[in-house]
T-cell receptor, first 112, second 116 residues
Framework: GDSVTQMEGPVTLSEEAFLTINCTYTATGYPSLFWYVQYPGEGLQLLLKATKADDKGSNKGFEATYRKETTSFHLEKGSVQVSDSAVYFCALSGAGRRALTFGSGTRLQVQP | GAGVSQTPSNKVTEKGKYVELRCDPISGHTALYWYRQSLGQGPEFLIYFQGTGAADDSGLPNDRFFAVRPEGSVSTLKIQRTERGDSAVYLC??????????????FGPGTRLTVT
């Protein structure tokens, strides 16, 4: 079945540091790929998405590129802020399915 | 506008009891999803409704779990004979037109279920 693997946290960075959170997936066909974020005390929110190979999703300074050849969708940000501290989830929806399959989440802590 | 709402926000019940969890989707959203999130894990899919019917219930773990959406809006997740392993946060999401550019799933705040 479909699965998502993402790097374990917590990831602790200083403000303005470069962020990478790795995500790889296993799926048949061509899934859609997502990054969701959960800020402290809040619900899950869609951060960005990509629906086909080589697409780049971007939002709030975050980017991720759908790499079919490496089955990856790594999340990057050039300069993190304290307000980016949250749990980040990589997810996919398999071809023909509407349900999301999530990774286990990566907690990011940004220190001033 | 109003987002997805879930009630109650917290539910504590004894092992063996029956519980109902409610989800109010965003008005006009045709699709509704239930997920379960255990501590330190990502959400796991349970069931997906398109309108009133369950289009995909492949994630329901066993026959103690059941969900309904009789009028195509509000949904209730029902758990019979609860077990301690059912303790988790139950998340509901809705989307306008799944499988399209308006298929984004909007999540509610969740119901934290604790089975003692």
């Amino acid at each position: 079945g479909d699965s998502v693997t993402q790097m374990e946290g917590p990831v602790t960075l200083s403000e303005e540091a470069f962020l990478t959170i790795n995500c790889t997936y296993t799926a048949t066909g061509y899934p859609s790929l997502f990054w969701y974020v959960q800020y402290p005390g809040e619900g899950l929110q869609l951060l960005l998405k990509a629906t086909k190979a080589d697409d780049k999703g971007s939002n709030k300074g975050f980017e991720a590129t759908y790499r079919k050849e490496t089955t990856s969708f790594h999340l990057e940000k050039g300069s993190v802020q304290v307000s980016d501290s949250a749990v980040y989830f990589c997810a996919l929806s398999g071809a023909g399915r509407r349900a999301l399959t999530f990774g286990s989440g990566t907690r990011l802590q940004v220190q001033p | 506008g109003a987002g997805v709402s879930q009630t109650p926000s917290n539910k504590v019940t004894e092992k063996g009891k029956y519980v109902e969890l409610r989800c109010d989707p965003i008005s006009g959203h045709t699709a509704l999803y239930w997920y379960r999130q255990s501590l330190g894990q990502g959400p796991e899919f349970l069931i997906y409704f398109q309108g009133t019917g369950a289009a995909d219930d492949s994630g329901l773990p066993n026959d103690r779990f059941f969900a309904v959406r009789p009028e195509g809006s509000v949904s209730t997740l029902k758990i019979q004979r609860t077990e301690r392993g059912d303790s988790a946060v139950y998340l509901c999401a809705s989307s306008l037109r799944p499988g399209t550019g308006e298929g984004e799933q909007y999540f509610g705040p969740g119901t934290r279920l604790t089975v003692t």
